[in-house]
Structures are given as C-alpha cells and as structure tokens.
C-alpha cells in the first residue's frame, strides 16, 4: 500500500461521508432474520443510551485493515463479540470524541494519530437500548495497538480484500435464545462478526466498494 494511494482513499472518505450514505438499506443485509424491519434499526423516536465506535481503516501487513476487537468473555454487554472499539457517551461529550476517547482506551490508539473522516448511518441496538453513532477514521502508518485487558481479549485486522470479497459473507441458522434464526456474519480473520457490528461493517464496505480502485490498490 503506497502513500499516494492511501492518501487518495483518505480523499475519497472525505468526499464520499458528506453525501447521501448507503443508509438503512446496507445494514440490513448483514441484519439477522429477526431486525429485518427498517424502523427497528433506525435511531429516530427511540428512549436509548448513546454510544459511538470507531471504525477504523488503517496500513496492515503490506495492504489495509478495519480495526476490530474481541472484546472479553466476563463483560455486561455483548461480551466475548466482535466489535468496533468505541463505549458510551458521558454527558455533553460530542460522539465523534467518544469514539476516540474510547478506541484510545480500548486499544491505546492515539487520537493524535486518526484523521476522521465523517459518520456513517447510526443504529439502534434493541437487545441493549443503545443508539450507536459510528464514525470513520483512518491512520497515515501501522499502529502498535496496545489492548486493555480489562476489556479487549484480542485485537483483530480484518483486512479490505477480503471484507470486499462477497465470499466472505456468510449465512446460517443459529440457536439463539431457543429459537432457530437465520444469522448473517462475515467470517474474516479467523472471527465471525455478526449483529450491530456487522450492520455496520457492512455500510463501510458499501462506501469501499464505490472507492476507485481499491480492491487492486488493496490486494
């Protein structure tokens, strides 16, 4: 991955988060069976919680990755998950600073290190009441991640070429809570990524895909 293509991704996200996003319609494809009803995602009229997560693109092993963790087996919410870095809001905070102040502390990335580059369709999260506002950034080189063991079990770079690779997606019926649900999840890096984080995921690669070039630059 070279500087100048890197710094012509970082453009397009720039360019592209600024107009109409893929939205609803993006999330729900990767939505179990179950929050298939665009209205349940949606986080207009809903009495929640506000978090922000960072979805972060960044130079990984000669190519680009999205910043992912696993998050510990013993949390209160969605524990032993892949996700991205990111937690609640305190007080007035504005989200796009929670979703740094978070992935700082999660992963001990720097903020001084992400250029961010817009928002992508905030989601609501029923199971937990959380309306959840994600944000884009990116870093100019490779990052030495450092997890809090507190509450990352293991950082994960899951890498664009295959997050763009449709054979990466993935659908199967899953027990949950007793009753047979069909679940899609992306199965990349070793980890299956499924629920909120996959809605999400999905949309920013909905973006990638219109990025110029990317899966060659990325390759």
């Known amino acids: 991955m070279s500087a100048t293509a890197l710094s012509s991704l970082q453009s397009f ?33 809903k009495e929640c919680r506000e978090a922000a997560v960072l979805a972060l693109v960044h130079p990984h092993e000669d190519t680009l990755a999205v910043l992912l963790t696993v998050r510990r087996g013993d949390l209160h919410d969605h524990a032993g998950q892949v996700s991205f870095p990111g937690g609640s809001r305190e007080a007035d905070e504005p989200c796009r600073r929670t979703a740094l102040r978070e992935a700082h502390e999660e992963t001990g990335l720097s903020p001084d290190d992400v250029t961010l580059h817009g928002a992508l369709t905030p989601l609501f999260i029923p199971p937990t009441a959380f309306c959840v506002y994600p944000f884009v950034g990116s870093t100019s080189g490779p990052v030495d991640f450092t997890p809090d063991p507190n509450e990352v079990n293991r950082i994960v770079h899951a890498p664009l070429p295959r997050l763009l690779d449709p054979n990466a997606r993935c659908c199967e019926p ?14 990349v890096a070793g980890c299956t990524v499924w629920g909120a984080t996959a809605m999400m ?7 990638l895909h219109e990025a110029p070039g990317l899966a060659t630059r990325s390759g």
Do not use: N, S
Not at 26 to 42: I, S
């Open 13 to 45: 996200l720039d360019h592209r988060l600024k107009e109409p996003l893929p939205g609803t319609a993006a999330q729900l494809e990767m939505a179990p069976a179950y929050r298939m009803e665009p209205a349940q995602a949606q986080v207009e009229g």
């Open 174 to 187: 899953w027990d949950l809570h007793g009753t047979t649900v069909m679940v899609p999840y992306f199965d």
């Open 201 to 207: 995921l999905a949309e920013l690669i909905a973006v």
